[in-house]
């Protein structure tokens, strides 16, 4: 099969340094073994994502010369490529899980507020048992009757096992580190996890390489894909670019945001930029010669002051 790989923002803000420092990594692995890239957008949730930032990440990956085969903003077979015009391929993935006796509706509160929004660290998580788990059949619908509940995923005592091609041999207990997790919001939104799932699979992605923030997603993600009978991609998780004082860079540091960072540096010194971070954990010399699983799984701390 042809390998594919992905880029697959939410366009909740403008990029940072991060995010284009994986995309990067994504794009030089995909090309690298010869594969095409999608780009998709992950805008599943209406009150958090959308344009402008939809509009300036296709412009920002443009500029940087990161291109791509198919997707947003250039077509192709597996679309559409926004997530938000997908909802009826998750439908069907949802049906499907249903059918398996595989999910459950949950009427805690915190059900929204965790479902659709994408699971960085620090953000609240929903491990532990979930009382709506054990609701009796009547129990469920007397609850129905007054609110539409969240549904969430039944999850085994179960590890999940896979090679990673940076971070190595992995296992994760579903039922410790990963917990029973919520793929349909109450409000209708499909969350991150199935979505993703049912996006990568339908798009025939072969390689995901992304932040290693998102590592114990692959777990959940590759739980699901088992259970609709999707096959398995290859994952690579990119080590994180970490502030000196071990700050995670995020949107909210508008200072390494694209914006600011055009302002300094063309193109092309950006590009050598990120290579030279890359060149920090692998010793590939060019861009051509890269390969993925040279890549050093540590987290690389920079001096922001120097960079902007
Ligand atoms: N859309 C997610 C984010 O921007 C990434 C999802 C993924 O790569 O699986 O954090």
């Known amino acids: 099969m042809?390998?594919?790989?992905?880029?697959?923002?939410?366009p909740s803000g403008r990029m940072h340094l991060g995010n284009l420092f994986s995309f990067?990594?994504?794009?030089?692995?995909?090309?690298?073994?010869?594969?095409?890239?999608v780009l998709?957008?992950?805008d599943l949730d209406p009150n958090r994502t959308g344009e402008p930032w939809t509009g300036r990440i296709v412009e920002d990956?443009?500029?940087?010369?990161l291109?791509?085969?198919?997707?947003y903003g250039v077509g192709g077979p597996d679309g559409p490529y926004c997530q938000r015009e997908r909802t009826a391929l998750y439908d069907a993935a949802f049906a499907r899980l249903q059918s398996l006796d595989v999910v459950y509706p949950c009427w805690c509160s915190r059900a929204q507020r965790l479902a659709a929004s994408a699971p960085h660290p620090g953000e609240e998580r929903d491990l532990g048992h979930c009382p709506c788990r054990d609701?009796?059949?009547a129990e469920r619908q007397a609850r129905a009757m007054v609110k539409a509940p969240a549904w969430k995923v039944a999850l085994p005592r179960e590890i999940v096992r896979f090679r990673d091609l940076i971070q190595g041999e992995q296992a994760f207990d579903l039922a410790r580190d990963c917990g029973d997790f919520v793929i349909r919001r109450a409000d209708g939104v499909y969350g991150y996890q199935l979505a993703v799932t049912v996006d990568d699979a339908l798009m025939g992605v072969t390689r995901v390489v992304r932040g290693r923030d998102l590592l114990d997603s692959a777990g959940r993600q590759l739980w699901l894909m088992d259970q609709l009978g999707y096959p398995a991609p290859v994952y690579a998780h990119v080590p994180l670019l970490l502030?000196?004082?071990g700050r995670r860079l995020s949107k909210r540091e508008r200072?390494?945001?694209m914006g600011a960072l055009r302002e300094k540096h063309s193109p092309r010194a950006l590009r050598s930029l990120l290579w030279g971070l890359l060149s920090m954990l692998d010793d590939a010399g060019l861009e051509q010669n890269f390969r993925t699983d040279n890549i050093m799984k540590d987290d690389i701390y920079l001096e922001l002051s120097k960079l902007i």
């Open 67 to 71: 291109d791509w085969d198919e997707g």
């Open 61 to 65: 990956l443009r500029w940087l010369g």
């Open 2 to 10: 042809a390998e594919k790989g992905r880029f697959a923002p939410s």
């Open 243 to 245: 502030a000196a004082d």
């Open 135 to 137: 609701l009796s059949r």
């Open 255 to 257: 200072d390494l945001d």
């Open 40 to 42: 998709r957008m992950e």
């Open 24 to 37: 990067y990594v994504a794009w030089l692995d995909a090309r690298s073994v010869g594969g095409r890239v």
